[in-house]
């Protein structure tokens, strides 16, 4: 796996996603990415439209765990599927956002990610980059 990039594990009938960046919040990202490309071919979702959250989690592994969720949320709230993410963090405050487009035909569906879960989940420093990772529920 490249800095930057994403790659998958295997955890019985879920999956195992871990994204890998020279900072948390691009680890993060990744990993958003990662998840969202269980779902569909990224390369073909536009970014037509995009959603901005915020939250707030002390706990970086925890804040893993919220921000996928809140992904999957929105994504669903909004019958979209998202390919592009920025977040910024500042002490215990999160600002996220994700571009994308509804769902269409040509846009191939994959399995569906429920959601994030605390298993195996973990964030830290390894070989000079962060990686953050953690099973979801497919």
């Given at each position: 796996?490249?800095?930057?990039?994403?790659?998958?594990?295997?955890?019985?009938?879920?999956?195992?996603v871990?994204?890998?960046?020279?900072t948390?919040?691009?680890?993060?990202?990744?990993?958003?990415?990662?998840?969202?490309?269980?779902?569909t071919d990224?390369?073909?979702?536009r970014?037509?439209?995009?959603?901005?959250?915020?939250?707030?989690?002390?706990?970086?592994?925890?804040?893993?765990?919220?921000?996928l969720?809140?992904?999957?949320?929105?994504?669903?709230?909004?019958?979209?599927?998202?390919a592009s993410?920025?977040?910024q963090?500042?002490?215990?405050?999160?600002?996220?956002?994700?571009?994308?487009?509804?769902?269409?035909?040509?846009l191939?569906?994959?399995?569906?990610?429920?959601?994030a879960?605390?298993?195996?989940l973990?964030?830290?420093?390894?070989?000079?980059h962060w990686?953050?990772a953690?099973v979801?529920?497919v």
């Open positions: 796996m490249s800095a930057g990039g994403y790659s998958y594990f295997e955890h019985g009938a879920d999956i195992g871990a994204g890998r960046g020279e948390l919040e691009a680890a993060f990202m990744a990993a958003a990415a990662g998840v969202f490309a269980i779902m990224l390369a073909k979702v970014a037509e439209r995009a959603i901005g959250f915020d939250f707030e989690e002390r706990d970086p592994e925890l804040a893993l765990v919220v921000w969720n809140l992904l999957l949320g929105r994504a669903r709230e909004h019958s979209m599927v998202f993410f920025r977040l963090r500042d002490g215990d405050k999160w600002h996220g956002e994700a571009a994308g487009e509804a769902w269409r035909e040509g191939t569906h994959g399995t569906e990610v429920k959601g879960t605390l298993t195996m973990r964030c830290e420093r390894r070989n000079g990686e953050a953690c979801v529920d």
